[in-house]
């Protein structure tokens, strides 16, 4: 199956109508645009296969009471985009917790998306808005790692 190569246009338009509603994100629109063999890797685990993917996905969308991206940047070369984006999830019984990240979207031969890595700072962004943990948590990492 070839479909049409995406442009940074085509990914800013998909991935606004994916997470900038009202509510559950829906990401069906898109899972044409994934390779039956992709893989998926973040700061918590690697997924390989389209439909273990879209599992993914779903667990992600029944934990949220609703998701929101916000990309701030996005530049292309040859077969990869990669954007830049402030991910806002709402929880039931927590603060809505931002996180800051990028990904990076890897294009194979048939112009679907082969390879996703997301890059993000899991515990800082969450420990970030706990009040009476942030300050501490930035002062021990400062001094073992700054």
């Known amino acids: 199956m070839n479909i049409a190569p995406l442009s940074t246009d085509d990914i800013l338009r998909l991935w606004s109508q994916t997470y900038n509603r009202e509510g559950k994100p829906d990401w069906s629109h898109i899972f044409p645009y994934y390779h039956e063999d992709i893989v998926f890797q973040d700061s918590i685990q690697r997924i390989e296969g389209k439909d273990k ?59 679907r998306i082969i390879k996703q890595r997301d890059y993000y700072d899991l515990w800082g962004d969450i420990f970030n808005g706990i009040p009476w943990f942030h300050r501490p948590y930035r002062k021990f990492m400062h001094r073992y790692f700054g």
């Open 53 to 111: 993917f879209i599992a993914l996905c779903d667990r992600l969308t029944q934990r949220c009471e609703q998701l929101r991206m916000d990309i701030s940047s996005i530049a292309q070369h040859e077969n990869e985009i990669f954007l830049e984006w402030k991910m806002t999830m709402m929880f039931k019984k927590f603060p809505s917790t931002p996180m800051f990240g990028c990904t990076k979207l890897t294009f194979g031969e048939d112009n």
